[in-house]
C-alpha cells in the first residue's frame, strides 16, 4: 500500500529534461524493470537497430515471427509455473506442491530462459536483417530489452545469483513464521505487522502504542540475525561481478534506464528542498501535540491520525470496499476485459505480509489475432476488526485493482509486454495505481463512497477535521518514503567487510534521524520489500510515480474540469498508459497523456496550497458530490468485465461465475465478513 504526501522541493528540475541528458550521454534509452543487466551490454542496447539491413534469405519474416510464437509459448507457460508457486507460498496454501524448493527452481527456470544468450543473438540476427516496417520489430526489439538484463556473461555472477535466491527463499520463509505481537497488560497478544501498525495509529493508550512499536522493531532483529546480512554480502558480490557499482546501482539502471548516481541527485535536491518544510512540521506538530514527547514513533501516527481515523471508521466498513471499488471503478469506464482475479483480503497466521498484485497469466494478443485475458492474483492484509481497516483495506484495494487494470489492458503481441518485472518500469507500474487510490482521499470521493452500515455518508465536518489534522504534515509521508531509498543505498555501499547484523540495525536508526527527522513509527527494517529481489532498491520508484500522479490529475482536472467518476479516465489512461506496456518509457508515456514533459510543478503546487483554500475547493465539490448522489438511483448492475474469486487461503468465499453478478458476490462476502467479524448487519 502506497503513503500519501504532498510535500516536495520547490527547485527540482524536470525529470523529462535530467533523462534527456541521460540519453545523449549515454546512447541508451531507458530501459526496465528488475532483473540482471549486465554494464557491458548495457551501454549497446540499441546497436541492432542501427545496424539494420534489408531482408535476406537467413532471416525471412517467417522466420522471425516462427521464432517469436516460440518464446511466447515457451514463456507464458514458465511464467504461470513460477507464478503460481509465488501464490501458494506466499498466501500459505496447503498444497504440497506448494514450496519454497519449488518456487526457487521455478524462478530459475523461468529467468534461466530468460538468461539464454542463444535467443539474444537470434534476437539481434533477425533485427539486423528484417526491415524496419515487419510487423516483429516491436516485439523483438522488446525481447532484446529483456533478454540484455538478465543475461549473465560471468559464471560467478550466475553463481552468485542463484545463492542469493537460496538465501533469499530461505529468509522469506523463516519470517512468515515468525510470530509478532505486543506484551499488552503482562499478556502477549499475537498481531501481524499490519495489525501491529495499525494498534499504532488508533489506540488511545500510549503504554499500549509503545508495546506495539517495540513489537515492530522485533521484525528487524530476527531479520538481520537469519540472512539478512548473507543476501546483502551475496547480492553485492554479483553486481560488482556484473561492472556496477554495488547493487543499488545495478536495480535501478535496469528499472529506470539510469543509474544510482543520477537517481540520487533528483533524490538529494528533493531531501534538501523538503528538509526545511519538514522541519517546520515537526517544531509545529510538537507544537500543537503537546510538546517533543508527541514526535517519539509511538505516538506521532496516532496523534495525526488517530482521532480522526476512529471517528470515520464506521463511514469505511471493510466488508463494503469491494463494492465500492467496483462502483467507482465503473462510474471511470474502467474494464479488465475478460480477466479472472482471485482477491485474498484478510489477514492470517503465516500470510506474506505486503499486499500485492501479480498476474500468472499476462495479457497478450494472439498470433491470430484473438485476446488472451489476464488472470490476476491480488492480496491485501485486512483485520475487519481493528479501527481504520476498513479505509486502509479499501485504499490497498483501489491501489492494487489500479494495478490490475492496467496489466489487463495491455494489448500488445507477447506475455513479454505485460509482466512486472524486466523491462517494466518501477513507476511506471506505479503511477497507475497510485493515481487511482488517491481518490480515496478526495472530498468527492467520501461524498459518494464513505457510507456506513446505516447508509450514512461520511459528514463534511469529519472531511475538513481529516484536511486540517493532515495536510500540513504530508511531508512526513514523503519523508518516510524517501528513507527507504537512503538506507539501501548506504546499506549496499558499506564496505563488505562492515555488513553485520549490529550494523545494519544502527544505520536503519542514523537513516530515520536523518532524513525522517527521529525514529520512525514504521522503522524501516520492518519494510517488506527490502527482502525480496523483486521489490528491494524499488522506493524510488513511488517518488517517480507520484510527480506523475500530481501531473496526471491536473491533466484530467484542466480537461474535463473533474476526476471522481469521471468516465473519460478509463478510456484516457486505457490508450495512453496501458494498452502499450512496456514497450514505450514511462517518461515518453507521461508526456504523451498529459502533453508535459514529467516534472515536479504540479506536486509543488499542491504542497503550496493554504489549508482554508484547500478546505474551501474540498467543501465545494463535496457538496456537488452529495448533491449528485442524492439526485441518483445507485445502479443494480456493475460490470467489470471480468471474473472475480473471493478467497481467504484454500477457501473460496464468493465467486461472481457462480454467483451470477459482480453485486450478488459483494453481498456474499460482506455477509461472510459480518459473520466471521461479529459486525453489526
Not at 573 to 581: C, E
Request: charged fraction near 25%.
Amino acid at each position: 500500500m502506497r503513503l500519501r504526501f504532498t510535500s516536495l522541493l520547490t527547485a527540482l528540475p524536470p525529470v523529462a529534461a535530467f533523462t534527456r541528458h541521460v540519453r545523449a550521454t549515454s546512447g541508451v534509452p531507458p530501459t526496465f524493470g528488475r532483473p540482471f543487466c549486465t554494464r557491458a551490454t548495457a551501454s549497446t542496447a540499441t546497436a541492432s537497430a542501427s545496424a539494420r539491413v534489408p531482408a535476406s534469405a537467413s532471416a525471412s519474416a517467417e522466420e522471425a515471427r516462427s521464432f517469436v510464437n516460440a518464446v511466447n509459448s515457451d514463456y507464458e507457460e514458465l511464467h504461470r509455473a513460477f507464478e503460481m508457486q509465488f501464490w501458494g507460498t506466499k498466501m500459505a496454501l496447503g498444497d504440497a506442491s506448494y514450496s519454497v524448493m519449488e518456487l526457487t527452481r521455478t524462478k530459475g527456470a523461468m529467468e534461466g530462459f530468460l538468461a539464454d544468450e542463444a535467443k539474444l543473438a537470434k534476437v539481434r540476427e533477425l533485427l539486423s536483417t528484417l526491415p524496419e516496417d515487419d510487423s516483429t520489430i516491436v516485439t523483438l526489439r522488446m525481447l532484446e530489452r529483456t533478454f540484455k538484463c538478465y543475461i549473465m556473461e560471468s559464471q560467478e555472477a550466475r553463481e552468485l545469483r542463484s545463492a542469493a535466491t537460496a538465501i533469499e527463499g530461505h529468509l522469506e520463509s523463516e519470517r512468515n513464521e515468525l510470530v509478532l505481537g505486543a506484551t499488552i497488560g503482562g499478556r502477549f497478544e499475537e498481531m501481524s505487522s499490519v495489525g501491529l501498525r495499525s494498534r499504532l495509529r488508533v489506540d488511545p493508550d500510549g503504554v499500549v502504542r509503545r508495546a506495539c512499536y517495540d513489537g515492530l522493531t522485533k521484525i528487524g532483529d530476527f531479520v538481520v540475525e537469519n540472512g539478512f546480512v548473507e543476501l546483502v554480502r551475496t547480492r553485492n558480490a554479483m553486481a560488482k561481478t556484473l561492472g556496477y557499482q554495488d547493487y543499488y546501482d545495478y536495480k535501478v539502471t535496469q528499472a529506470e534506464g539510469f543509474g544510482k548516481d543520477e537517481l540520487f541527485v533528483i533524490l538529494d535536491r528533493l531531501e534538501e528542498g523538503t528538509r526545511p518544510i519538514m522541519e517546520a512540521a515537526r517544531t509545529r506538530f510538537a507544537d500543537e501535540k503537546g510538546g517533543a514527547e508527541a514526535l517519539a514513533p509511538w505516538n506521532s501516527s496516532f496523534l495525526m491520525a488517530g482521532d480522526v481515523t476512529r471517528k470515520m471508521d464506521k463511514y469505511f466498513p471493510f466488508e463494503k470496499a469491494i463494492e465500492q471499488w467496483g462502483r467507482s471503478f465503473a462510474a471511470m469506464n474502467i474494464v479488465y476485459r475478460g480477466a479472472t482475479m482471485d482477491l485474498d483480503l484478510l489477514d492470517r497466521k503465516r500470510k506474506y505480509s505486503n499486499g500485492f498484485c501479480h498476474w500468472p497469466q499476462p495479457a497478450w494478443v494472439r498470433p491470430d489475432g484473438s485476446l488472451q485475458p489476464a488472470t490476476t492474483h491480488f492480496t491485501s492484509l485486512a483485520d475487519p476488526s481493528a479501527v481504520g481497516s476498513g479505509m486502509t483495506g479499501l485504499t490497498t484495494l483501489m491501489h492494487e485493482a489500479g494495478h490490475a487494470a492496467h496489466f489487463a489492458n495491455i494489448a500488445m503481441p507477447s506475455p513479454l509486454f505485460a509482466q512486472e518485472r524486466a523491462p517494466t518500469s518501477v513507476a511506471y507500474a506505479e503511477l497507475q495505481s497510485m493515481f487511482l487510490d488517491a481518490l480515496v482521499g478526495d472530498a468527492a470521493w467520501r461524498a459518494k463512497y464513505a457510507i456506513s452500515r446505516d447508509g450514512e455518508p461520511l459528514p463534511w465536518n469529519l472531511v475538513q477535521e481529516d484536511l486540517e489534522a493532515s495536510h500540513p504534515y504530508k511531508v512526513f509521508g514523503l519523508r518516510g518514503m524517501i528513507a527507504v531509498s537512503y538506507f539501501e543505498k548506504a546499506l549496499y555501499e558499506m564496505a563488505d567487510e562492515d555488513v553485520s547484523a549490529e550494523s545494519i540495525k544502527a544505520l536503519a536508526n542514523e537513516v530515520e534521524q536523518k532524513i525522517q527527522g527521529g525514529l520512525s513509527a514504521r522503522p524501516l527494517l520492518s519494510v517488506p520489500h527490502l527482502l525480496s529481489d523483486e521489490a528491494s532498491c524499488y522506493y524510488h520508484g513511488y517518488v517517480l510515480a507520484e510527480m506523475g500522479v500530481h501531473q496526471t490529475r491536473e491533466f484530467f482536472l484542466e480537461r474535463d474540469g473533474f476526476v471522481v467518476d469521471n468516465p473519460q479516465i478509463g478510456p484516457t489512461l486505457t490508450k495512453n498508459f496501458w494498452r502499450p506496456g512496456n514497450s514505450e518509457p514511462f517518461l515518453d508515456l507521461v508526456q504523451k497523456c498529459t502533453g508535459r514533459p514529467l516534472s515536479g510543478e504540479a506536486w509543488i503546487t499542491a504542497l503550496r496550497q493554504d489549508v482554508g483554500e484547500l478546505v474551501a475547493a474540498e467543501k465545494e465539490a463535496y457538496e456537488n458530490a452529495r448533491a449528485e448522489a442524492e439526485g441518483s438511483v445507485p445502479t443494480e448492475e456493475i460490470d467489470l468485465d471480468m471474473r472475480i474469486r473471493i478467497v481467504d487461503g484454500d477457501e473460496i468465499l464468493a465467486d461472481t461465475a457462480e454467483d451470477g453478478s459482480f453485486l450478488t458476490t459483494c453481498a456474499k462476502f460482506e455477509k461472510y465478513v459480518r459473520e466471521r467479524y461479529s459486525q453489526p448487519v
